[in-house]
């Protein structure tokens, strides 16, 4: 609720009557819709809720958020959208681009924001990133992270040749990363070797594949699926030394060895200012997609030791964060 100037002079004051200074306070009802049940609770919600609470929003008090996960079964994202969409909540948010295509095919009405998408035009969520259009805007990807992961993993590797990328088939956002890895792979003489997965059985074939050819690095899009089998991934990646690089910090601090890119928990807290400004009357159309500023290198030197790797110096001067 907004605070009133309380500048009034005391005649004024006296007029107002008693009974009209007692207001209640009108609780918002927010939407979350993922597609990866193996994400609960961690920190990509949470990041929603910080920032809601610095701009204001406290879970009980003025907001309450109902949660639909999809246990990692995409064709359940767009019930899960339009039972949101029954419940009438104010705004539904939405984890990557498989949640916010589910959402904007449910509704035309309910004001959608999401993050971690990559290509929102592309994927017709939004007419433009200056002028989003429709029910739909929030913070997505840029596609210069996807070739820089492969500069920096030359740089790490100058004899690298071919790279192993999974990615999720049913993702389009995943679908287009893989495009734009393909073409940066191509300007750097590199044989990228793509393996999909569209829900966690197929982690056990895209293993079995990646081993028998062994390439010489692997790097992952950032989809929620993927995101939610993390440690097997990097567990994969320890067991046989491959020289890895990931979009989301997250897998370095579960051992990964390389991270660059702008923060995903950061993309949340900045679609709560979104929320916000919905909230208070703002129309998605007229919100422009906002895009990471800031990016970051991570790498885990611990990790590097163990593969018996020797990370350039170059590479260790410029790393914004080392893992030790």
Not at 248 to 276: H, N, Q, T
């Amino acid at each position: 609720m907004r605070r009133r100037a309380f500048l009034y002079g005391s005649a004024s004051f006296l007029a107002v009557p008693l009974v009209a200074q007692a207001q209640p306070t009108k609780v918002h009802r927010l939407g979350w819709l993922s597609p990866a049940a193996a994400l609960r609770g961690t920190s990509n919600l949470d990041a929603l809720r910080d920032g809601l609470r610095e701009v204001g929003y406290v879970e009980g008090r003025n907001i309450t958020i109902e949660e639909r996960w999809a246990d990692d079964k995409s064709d359940r994202l767009t019930s899960l959208a339009s039972d949101l969409v029954r419940l009438r909540v104010d705004v539904i948010c939405t984890a990557g681009s498989q949640a916010a295509v589910a959402a904007k095919h449910a509704t035309k009405d309910v004001p959608i924001v999401f993050a971690n998408v990559a290509f929102p035009d592309e994927q017709r969520l939004v007419a433009s990133y200056s002028r989003p259009g429709g029910n739909v805007t929030g913070v997505a990807f840029i596609g210069p992270e996807y070739g820089k992961r492969l500069e920096l993993l030359r740089e790490a590797s100058p004899s690298l040749s071919r790279v192993a990328l999974l990615y999720n088939p049913e993702n389009g956002g995943s679908v287009l990363a893989l495009k734009e890895t393909q073409r940066w792979a191509g300007s750097l003489s590199l044989r990228l070797e793509p393996h999909g997965l569209r829900r966690a059985d197929d982690l056990a074939v895209a293993f079995a594949a990646i081993a028998k050819k062994l390439p010489d690095a692997m790097m992952t899009t950032a989809d929620p699926l993927i995101a939610a089998h993390r440690g097997a991934i990097v567990d994969f990646a320890a067991k046989h030394r491959l020289l890895s690089m990931y979009p989301a910090k997250e897998f370095v601090d579960s051992g990964g060895l390389m991270f660059y890119g702008g923060s995903i928990p950061e993309m949340y807290r900045r679609a709560a200012v979104y929320v916000d400004r919905i909230l208070k009357g703002a129309k998605p159309s007229d919100l422009p997609i906002e895009q990471p500023t800031k990016f970051d290198m991570v790498i885990n030197l611990k990790t590097a030791k163990a593969f018996g790797l020797t990370i350039p110096q170059s590479l260790l001067l410029r790393a914004d964060e080392i893992v030790e």
